[in-house]
């Protein structure tokens, strides 16, 4: 058999065998940021995956599709939640305010797992932070890994 058949057949294989990107058992709670940034991934996956097939790219166009099929399934199990204002419970959506017991001060908005970067200060709400947080006050602790944080401000950011 010729090699270039085999490196075809390989190369076939290889996009076959992307496989799909998980997806979350948890409810896929999001923040009104999270649904518009579901929204504008799948408007740009709808035209990329034109883009890639106005050019034959079937290694692209197999990635970007299986990309396709994650965020469109993200977009239709959405549930949208708005933290209830002047609340003084955590809650989803909601921003805490904590220190450490040696005074280190962080701010994390709790929000859906797609939407979470916790460098840019946004944790899961599945997260352990934001499971030890869920309906706690200001001045409550709550103890992650060991350490206690104390809920200091809440806010709606």
């Not at 166009?61 to 204002?85: H, Q």
């Amino acid at each position: 058999m010729s090699r270039a058949f085999t490196r075809e057949e390989d190369s076939e294989n290889a996009i076959a065998g992307i496989g799909e990107r998980p997806i979350s058992h948890h409810r896929n709670l999001v923040t009104e940021r999270g649904m518009a940034l579901i929204d504008a991934e799948v408007a740009a996956l709808r035209d990329e995956l034109g883009r890639a097939e106005k050019r034959a790219d079937r290694e692209r166009i197999a990635l970007v599709s299986r990309d396709l099929r994650y965020w469109t399934a993200r977009r239709e199990s959405a549930e949208l939640s708005v933290p209830e204002a002047g609340s003084d419970l955590v809650r989803f959506g909601m921003g805490v305010t904590l220190e450490s017991d040696d005074g280190k001060k962080v701010h994390w908005k709790i929000v859906g797992e797609d939407e979470a970067n916790p460098g840019k200060g946004t944790i899961s709400h599945m997260s352990p932070m934001a499971m030890a947080l869920f309906g706690k006050k200001v001045g409550e602790v709550a103890v992650v890994n060991g350490k206690e944080w104390e809920i200091v401000k809440l806010s709606d950011s």
